[in-house]
T-cell receptor, first 114, second 114 residues
């Protein structure tokens, strides 16, 4: 079985500072994908960044980077230069290669302070 | 904009009724997945369709059923609604190819069962 654990229910960050959202995972699949999604209050789940388990380099997408530590089974999201619009719920997810389903964590609520 | 649209945005039903939720996938995507998200929780996988065939199912009873059409639109049907079915229902489309399988979500349908 696969599992995602996000231990931070809520986080605060000052505008323009960087913040790290934690994610650990458990899987027995030899190949898997890790994802981060942002969910504003409107409800839409917005794809942010993807990391394949065999990728040698950490993924980056603009202000988002994924700190992938395979041995520790962690896939933390780093948001640099936080903006007020970054305030939202953030979900880490793992893709099961067998079923194609995403398994999500409980999420972390991020609030950016002006 | 993800190119995935869902309708309706909100819906109110009473216990025992039936409901149909609709999703229009991103053009060219051959896979659609449906998720249920209860308040304060991460989304839970309901099922996935690939080229109009069910391609995986989560831990949901048979009264949750789906269809995928040749034009990549899809439906989620729920019979005999229960109070616990109140949730945000998310549709995600993806292009199932070897390697990455990034799922792009719509804004969801908020279902309230009274």
């Amino acid at each position: 079985a696969q599992k995602i654990t996000q231990t931070q229910p809520g986080m605060f960050v000052q505008e323009k500072e960087a913040v790290t959202l934690d994610c650990t995972y458990d899987t027995s699949d030899p190949s898997y994908g890790l994802f981060w999604y942002k969910q504003p209050s409107s409800g839409e789940m917005i794809f942010l960044i993807y990391q394949g388990s065999y990728d040698q380099q950490n993924a980056t997408e603009g202000r988002y980077s994924l700190n992938f530590q395979k041995a520790r089974k962690s896939a933390n999201l780093v948001i640099s230069a936080s903006q007020l619009g970054d305030s939202a719920m953030y979900f880490c997810a793992i893709l099961s290669s067998n079923t194609g389903k995403l398994i999500f964590g409980q999420g972390t609520t991020l609030q950016v302070k002006p | 904009e993800t190119g995935v649209t869902q309708s309706p945005t909100h819906l109110i039903k009473t216990r025992g009724q039936q409901v149909t939720l609709r999703c229009s996938s991103q053009s060219g995507h051959n896979t659609v997945s449906w998720y249920q998200q209860a308040l304060g929780q991460g989304p839970q996988f309901i099922f996935q369709y690939y080229r109009e065939e069910e391609n995986g199912r989560g831990n949901f009873p048979p009264r949750f059923s789906g269809l995928q059409f040749p034009n990549y639109s899809s439906e989620l049907n729920v019979n005999a609604l229960e109070l616990d079915d109140s949730a945000l229902y998310l549709c995600a489309s993806s292009l199932l190819i070897q390697g990455e399988n990034i799922q792009y979500f719509g804004a969801g349908t908020r279902l309230s069962v009274l």
